[in-house]
């Protein structure tokens, strides 16, 4: 009869053990499979004095103040080349996030970040003394841009492709697919082979639910394409857009009727799971 007791709580013990083991490795797995977010942390750079050489930039303008402005600044692109390898990033497939101290994130493509002359502003020329800034009245607040400014020299600030943050503290960056998961069809199995095409081909040019890109129309929201295209005229003018419309900018992709069909599917699935987008 003991020896059976102690089996009991023996075996008790193993699977414990055993479970508790399980959970640790899922938890590893988690880690190891969510994509990797590169971080450069501007205000520890600071501080260890690696921000690289400033100089005085001047900006025309300027679309916080309101007028032409003096800066201190560090160059923001050599800054992120320098600290940060490059070589393996899918640099068209990324952004650059700008996290600023209030939790405020613009972000935009880390392509055209490289591509221009961006400065990290961190004290302006004209600040009055025991100040790093003049101040910044915004809805009545007063405010200053520490630690950093994001200031471009040839960009015009009308521009809204760039992003002007200031009390920026980090950048980051990240895929430009990170939210893709959120389309996937979950619930729908046969909806599965669509949402794979569509994300082969169509998810750079056009978003669901705001994820996706911009070059093409939204396909889901407010409407989705399904609720306004008969469904045999959409099949073809996926296979042949250029067949519906003259100068059409949509590329013929190569791909089958079926497979078209099958992205027409996914569409009609997703046009039961919309998500307002905000502007
Ligand atoms: C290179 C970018 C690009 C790709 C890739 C692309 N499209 Fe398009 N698509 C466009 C553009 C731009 C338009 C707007 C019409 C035009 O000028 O061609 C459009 C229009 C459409 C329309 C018509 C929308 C409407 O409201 O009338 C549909 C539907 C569509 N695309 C579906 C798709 C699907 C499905 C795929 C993938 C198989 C795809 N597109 C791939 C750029 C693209």
New binding site residues.
């Given amino acids: 009869m003991k020896t059976v007791k102690i089996r009991f709580i023996i075996s008790c013990l193993i699977f414990c053990f055993l479970s508790c083991n399980k959970q640790k490795e899922q938890k590893i797995e988690q880690t190891v499979t969510a994509q990797p977010e590169m971080v450069l942390d501007l205000v520890a750079l600071q501080a260890n004095s690696k921000l690289g050489k400033d100089t005085v930039v001047t900006v025309i303008n300027d679309p916080v103040y309101h007028k032409t402005k003096k800066y201190h600044a560090v160059n923001a692109s050599l800054l992120l080349k320098n600290e940060m390898d490059l070589s393996k990033v899918d640099i068209k497939n990324t952004l650059i996030v700008f996290e600023c101290i209030d939790g405020y994130k613009p972000e935009m493509p880390l392509e055209l970040f490289l591509e221009t002359k961006s400065f990290l502003a961190f004290k302006d020329v004209d600040a009055p003394k025991g100040s790093n800034w003049e101040k910044i009245v915004k809805n009545g607040n007063e405010m200053n841009a520490d630690p950093f400014y994001l200031v471009y020299t040839s960009i015009s600030a009308d521009n809204q492709k760039y992003k002007w943050p200031y009390n920026v503290i980090k950048f980051h960056l990240e895929p430009k697919n990170k939210n893709i998961e959120a389309l996937q069809p979950k619930d729908d199995e046969a909806a599965m082979k669509g949402f794979e ?2 994300q082969k ?2 998810i ?3 978003a669901i639910n705001g994820i996706g ?1 911009e ?3 939204e ?1 889901n929201y407010p409407k989705n ?1 399904t609720e ?2 008969k469904e045999t005229e ?1 099949v073809d ?2 296979v042949n ?1 250029a067949s519906f ?1 003259n100068k ?4 013929t ?1 190569g ?1 089958t009727k079926q497979e ?1 069909q099958e ?1 027409v599917d996914y ?1 009609k699935y997703m046009s039961g799971k919309k998500i307002e987008v905000r502007k």
């Fill in positions: 095409l569509f081909y169509c750079t040019c056009h890109g070059m093409g129309p396909l394409v306004y295209w959409l003018y996926i857009p419309r059409v900018k949509m590329p992709l791909i078209s992205i569409l």
